[in-house]
């Protein structure tokens, strides 16, 4: 069975980091693109952060883009998103995808077949 798992999601002030680690089983990550959602309260779902697998290239949101860093350790299965610098604007449930699209000329992340269950980031002013 192919699953994600997210962990990382704390409460923390304004100006702060956290990183989130997403867990994989049952497959590679190579074999797929990969990425991170956010869902705020009230708010439209917003693609952060994927790596396309085809060439590795790698899109980020422009509300994240110079704060926000995502990685890949292989060996471990795990997907790392790196969050520096964290604004209020920040808070929102970071759910971890895989095998979708990830266009990072068209600046586009969709259709993705694979999700966490979400792990909640609270940055307070």
């Known amino acids: 069975e192919v699953q994600v798992v997210e962990s990382g999601g704390d409460s923390v002030q304004a100006g702060g980091s956290l990183r989130l680690s997403c867990a994989a089983s049952g497959f590679t990550w190579d074999d797929y693109s990969i990425g991170w959602f956010r869902q705020a309260p009230g708010k439209e779902r917003e693609g952060v952060s994927c790596?396309?697998?085809?060439?590795?290239?790698?899109y980020y949101a422009d509300s994240v883009k110079g704060r926000f860093t995502i990685s890949s350790d292989n060996t471990k299965s795990t997907v790392y998103l790196q969050m520096n610098d964290l604004k209020p604007e920040d808070t929102a449930v970071y759910y971890c995808?895989?095998?979708?699209?990830?266009?990072?000329?068209?600046?586009?992340?969709?259709?993705?077949?694979?999700w966490g269950q979400g792990t909640q980031v609270t940055v307070s002013s």
């Open positions: 790596r396309a697998s085809r060439d590795g290239s790698i």
């Open positions: 995808v895989a095998d979708g699209l990830c266009s990072v000329t068209a600046g586009l992340m969709s259709d993705y077949d694979v």
